[in-house]
């Protein structure tokens, strides 16, 4: 990051391990992993499947308890969910027989806030998703970028200070998503987020990233991490598609990801 920024989210030592509902058996996700996160930074972590990414997330929304180690946010602990960290999953999750614009308030709604304010709120983040003319759709109506974009409105209607994504896009065809991306970097810039973005794709990560954090295979923790040297402005896939620089951190991100030696973290220069 070329300038220095509070720390929003402060992860070390954490330990993550799970038991198997089957067969009760423990495994263990993510060992000894130490990570910072800047407010208002796009991070993307990226690593290969099964090293711990999306368990991680889970551990920093306060959906699962750490075996070890630490996770605070702005100094005080993450001890389970809350409303300052929404997030975003790979399933859409809208509720069918509710319209756009109800499914974009519903959080609003389940905190109490009154009708008239809530709807003004909901419709101006769906406006900032470019889906100011479908509010009166139902989920069914919609394509499903468009389902995700409604996903990210509602998110964003409840005002979090962290926006952690686990792999949104991972279910929509190709030119869908790299509109997806686009919006969200301009809605991210625009809102002044910290984000958390999980996902699988170097492409993505780059396109999307402030910085993107390396996991080793699992149990994960942070191989390194590589600053993203692109303008908000230029984060277009027509100027990055065919950009030297991206393609270099496309090379480089991928022999990180491809071969991950146990023993080397650190910092990429």
């Not at 690593?47 to 702005?74: E, H, N």
């Not at 910085?211 to 230029?234: K, L």
């Amino acid at each position: 990051m070329s300038e220095a920024r509070a720390t929003k989210l402060g992860i070390e030592g954490l330990v993550l391990d799970y038991a198997n509902p089957e067969t009760g058996a423990s495994h263990r996700a993510v060992e000894g992993l130490d990570l910072d996160v800047a407010a208002n930074e796009f991070l993307c972590v990226l690593g290969p499947s099964g090293c711990g990414k999306s368990t991680l997330l889970a551990a920093i929304a306060g959906f699962l308890r750490p075996t070890r180690g630490s996770i605070v946010m702005d100094g005080k602990p993450v001890s389970g969910p809350g409303a300052e960290r929404g997030v975003v999953f790979q399933e859409y999750a809208l509720l069918p027989w509710m319209n756009v614009l109800d499914n974009a308030a519903l959080g609003l709604k389940l905190r109490g806030v009154p009708r008239d304010q809530r709807y003004a709120t909901a419709r101006r983040y769906l406006a900032l998703a470019n889906l100011h003319d479908v509010e009166h759709k139902y989920p069914h109506e919609l394509s499903g970028g468009m389902k995700q974009r409604v996903a990210v409105a509602r998110t964003l209607a409840n005002a979090p200070e962290v926006m952690l994504m686990d792999e949104p896009f991972a279910a929509v065809d190709a030119q869908t998503r790299m509109t997806l991306q686009e919006e969200l970097g301009r809605i991210a810039a625009t809102s002044q987020l910290t984000v958390v973005f999980i996902t699988h794709s170097v492409e993505e990560a780059i396109f999307l990233g402030d910085r993107v954090a390396v996991m080793t295979p699992g149990p994960g923790r942070i191989r390194t991490t590589v600053d993203v040297p692109f303008a908000r402005a230029d984060r277009t896939w027509a100027h990055l598609g065919t950009d030297a620089t991206f393609a270099r951190l496309r090379h480089e991100l991928l022999d990180l990801v491809r071969v991950v030696p146990r023993e080397a973290t650190g910092q990429l220069h």
